[in-house]
C-alpha cells in the first residue's frame, strides 16, 4: 500500500486554530439521514484562493444553502500547504473531520489507491446525468481518474503562462512573443527592471513542492532535467537540473522582487495587481482573478503561453478539486455540495453575480464553446485552454522518466521530498546557500528513498 509521511513543521499547526473563516467548525459532520441522505452538516476544507473566498464561499451561503435548506456548510480555509497536510493526515487516520476535501491531480490517485476517497462515478455521477462528467476537459478529467473512474471534480483547472504590462513593453520597444523562450524572458526582465519600483519579472519563491517548485519544475522540464531517471536514481545535481534552478535562482535574484523567498501565488497576485511586476510567470487562472480584482491592470496586460526552452511547451497541469472522503458522514450531502459546485449551473451563477469573465475557468468544454464566455475572456481563454491542452503529464521532461506529473513526482515519498527541495531552493532564493549546496542536500534528501521504494509509490 501506498504511503503518506507527514511534514512535522505543519502538522502541529493543524486543528481549530488553523485559518477558518467564521462560519467553519473543527468538529466533525453533525447529524443527517445516512450517507445516502442530502441533509445535514458538510464541512469543507479549501485552500484561500480568491475564487473561494470571493466567490464559492458567499455563492454558499446565498444559493446552495437557499436551494438546499436541509444542508448546513461549513468551511475550513488554509494556505495551500497547511490545506494539503491537514487533509492528508485527516484521511490517512480516517478522523473524518471533513465530508469534502479540496485537493487536486497529485493527491486525487493516491488517495484513491490507497481507497481513502469515495468514487464518484459510480457512486453518484452515474445516478445523476444531468452532471454531464462527459463535458469536463480531458487532460483534467484524466487527472482526476483512477482506473478509469473520477474520484474527484474540478472546481476550477489551470495550467501556466506569463502575464506581461503591455504599456512597459511599448515604452521599451519590445515586443513579447505568444510562445517566448526563457531566454528572451530574462532579456525582457533586465530591460524592464527598475529596482525599488517595478520588478523585471516576478517568481514563486515560498518553499514548497506546489509553491516555488511548480514554477521551478516547468523550468526544469524544458531544460531538459528530471527527478529521477528510469532507474528511478535521483538527478537533482544532474547539468540540467542544475542549469535550470541556477537560470531560475538567478532570474529571480537579478530582476525578480524583494523578499521573493515569501511569496506564492497571492502574494504576487497582490503586486502584480499593484503595478509592481513588468512580468508574472503563474497559474493560467491569474486571469480570472486580474480581470475581476484589478480591471485596470487587465486593461494593460498581455498574455503569453509558458516559456520553453527545449521542449515545445512547458505548461504546468493542476486543478483544484473537490472529493468525498470514504466512510465520512453526511455523503449525500456532500456529494449535492460537490455538485452544485462544479456544475454548469454554477458558472451560470457566478456570471450572472460577478460577470463571465469571474467564471473559474479550466473545467468545461461548454464554457470554452460559450460566446458569453468566449467573449468577457477573449484576452485569456484561448491561452488557457492551449495550454491545458498542451500538457502531457505522462512524458513531462525532454527524455522518458518512470513517473507522471509536469511540475510534481506523483509518489507519496513527493509531499515530503518535494517540500525539502523547496525549502533549499527557498535559502538559495533568500541567499543564504549557493544553488550547488542546495541541490546537493536535495540530492542526498531523494537517494534517501530506495529505487524499489520509489518505484512501488508511483
Known amino acids: 500500500m501506498s504511503y503518506l509521511r507527514f511534514r512535522p513543521r505543519v502538522l502541529g499547526a493543524i486543528g481549530c486554530a488553523a485559518a477558518m473563516v467564521a462560519v467553519a467548525a473543527c468538529s466533525g459532520s453533525s447529524s443527517s439521514t445516512g450517507s445516502t441522505g442530502s441533509t445535514g452538516t458538510v464541512t469543507v476544507a479549501v485552500v484561500s484562493n480568491p475564487l473561494i473566498t470571493g466567490q464559492m464561499?458567499?455563492?454558499?451561503?446565498?444559493?446552495?444553502?437557499?436551494?438546499?435548506?436541509?444542508?448546513?456548510?461549513?468551511?475550513?480555509?488554509?494556505?495551500?500547504?497547511?490545506?494539503?497536510?491537514?487533509?492528508?493526515?485527516?484521511?490517512s487516520t480516517h478522523s473524518n473531520a471533513f465530508n469534502v476535501i479540496m485537493i487536486g491531480p497529485y493527491e486525487t490517485p493516491l488517495f484513491a489507491k490507497n481507497g481513502w476517497l469515495d468514487n464518484l462515478s459510480t457512486q453518484f455521477i452515474a445516478k445523476e446525468p444531468s452532471y454531464d462528467a462527459g463535458d469536463l476537459l480531458p487532460p483534467i478529467a484524466k487527472a482526476l481518474s483512477y482506473k478509469g473512474d473520477l474520484y474527484a471534480v474540478p472546481f476550477y483547472g489551470e495550467s501556466s503562462m506569463v502575464y506581461y504590462r503591455k504599456d512597459l513593453f511599448a515604452k521599451a520597444g519590445l515586443t513579447m512573443p505568444q510562445h517566448p523562450t526563457w531566454t528572451q524572458i530574462q532579456s525582457f526582465a533586465a530591460r524592464l527592471n527598475q529596482p525599488g519600483k517595478v520588478s523585471g519579472i516576478c517568481l514563486r519563491g515560498l518553499a514548497g513542492w506546489g509553491d516555488n517548485m511548480a514554477a521551478l519544475d516547468t523550468v526544469v522540464n524544458t531544460f531538459g532535467g528530471e527527478w529521477f531517471n528510469e532507474k528511478w536514481q535521483p538527478q537533482l545535481t544532474s547539468p540540467a537540473?542544475?542549469?535550470?534552478?541556477?537560470?531560475?535562482?538567478?532570474?529571480?535574484?537579478?530582476?525578480?522582487?524583494?523578499?521573493?523567498?515569501?511569496?506564492?501565488?497571492?502574494?504576487?497576485?497582490?503586486?502584480?495587481?499593484?503595478?509592481?511586476?513588468?512580468?508574472?510567470?503563474?497559474?493560467?487562472?491569474?486571469?480570472?482573478?486580474?480581470?475581476?480584482?484589478?480591471?485596470?491592470?487587465?486593461?494593460?496586460?498581455?498574455?503569453?503561453?509558458?516559456?520553453?526552452?527545449?521542449?515545445?511547451?512547458?505548461?504546468?497541469?493542476?486543478?483544484?478539486?473537490?472529493?468525498?472522503?470514504?466512510?465520512?458522514?453526511?455523503?449525500?450531502?456532500?456529494?449535492?455540495?460537490?455538485?452544485?459546485?462544479?456544475?454548469?449551473?454554477?458558472?451560470?451563477?457566478?456570471?450572472?453575480?460577478?460577470?463571465?469573465?469571474?467564471?473559474?475557468?479550466?473545467?468545461?468544454?461548454?464554457?470554452?464553446?460559450?460566446?458569453?464566455?468566449?467573449?468577457?475572456?477573449?484576452?485569456?481563454?484561448?491561452?488557457?485552454?492551449?495550454?491545458i491542452d498542451s500538457t502531457d503529464p505522462d512524458h513531462p521532461t525532454l527524455h522518458p522518466v518512470p513517473y507522471v506529473g509536469v511540475q510534481y513526482v506523483d509518489i507519496p515519498q513527493f509531499e515530503v521530498l518535494g517540500v525539502e527541495v523547496g525549502q533549499q531552493i527557498a535559502g538559495a532564493i533568500a541567499g543564504t546557500e549557493t544553488v550547488a549546496q542546495a541541490l546537493k542536500t536535495s540530492q542526498a534528501d531523494a537517494a534517501a528513498y530506495t529505487p524499489a521504494e520509489l518505484a512501488g509509490g508511483s
Do not use: H
Not at 531560475?248 to 501565488?265: C, W
Not at 503561453?305 to 450531502?333: C, E, M, R
Not at 454548469?344 to 469573465?357: E, H, I, Q, T
Open 241 to 387: 537540473f542544475e542549469a535550470a534552478t541556477n537560470f531560475y535562482v538567478n532570474l529571480i535574484r537579478k530582476y525578480g522582487e524583494a523578499g521573493a523567498s515569501n511569496d506564492s501565488f497571492n502574494q504576487l497576485l497582490t503586486l502584480y495587481g499593484q503595478g509592481k511586476c513588468a512580468m508574472w510567470y503563474d497559474a493560467t487562472v491569474a486571469a480570472t482573478s486580474i480581470a475581476t480584482t484589478y480591471p485596470s491592470m487587465a486593461s494593460k496586460t498581455g498574455y503569453a503561453f509558458a516559456p520553453t526552452d527545449l521542449t515545445k511547451s512547458s505548461g504546468w497541469l493542476w486543478t483544484w478539486s473537490l472529493g468525498v472522503p470514504q466512510g465520512t458522514s453526511n455523503q449525500g450531502a456532500a456529494w449535492k455540495f460537490v455538485s452544485w459546485a462544479t456544475s454548469k449551473s454554477y458558472d451560470s451563477l457566478v456570471a450572472s453575480k460577478y460577470g463571465w469573465a469571474a467564471v473559474p475557468p479550466g473545467t468545461r468544454t461548454s464554457l470554452y464553446n460559450n460566446p458569453q464566455y468566449q467573449k468577457a475572456a477573449k484576452a485569456f481563454a484561448g491561452i488557457t485552454l492551449a495550454s
Open 57 to 91: 464561499i458567499p455563492l454558499t451561503k446565498s444559493n446552495f444553502e437557499k436551494k438546499y435548506p436541509g444542508i448546513n456548510v461549513k468551511f475550513a480555509t488554509y494556505t495551500e500547504a497547511d490545506l494539503r497536510a491537514a487533509i492528508e493526515k485527516d484521511v
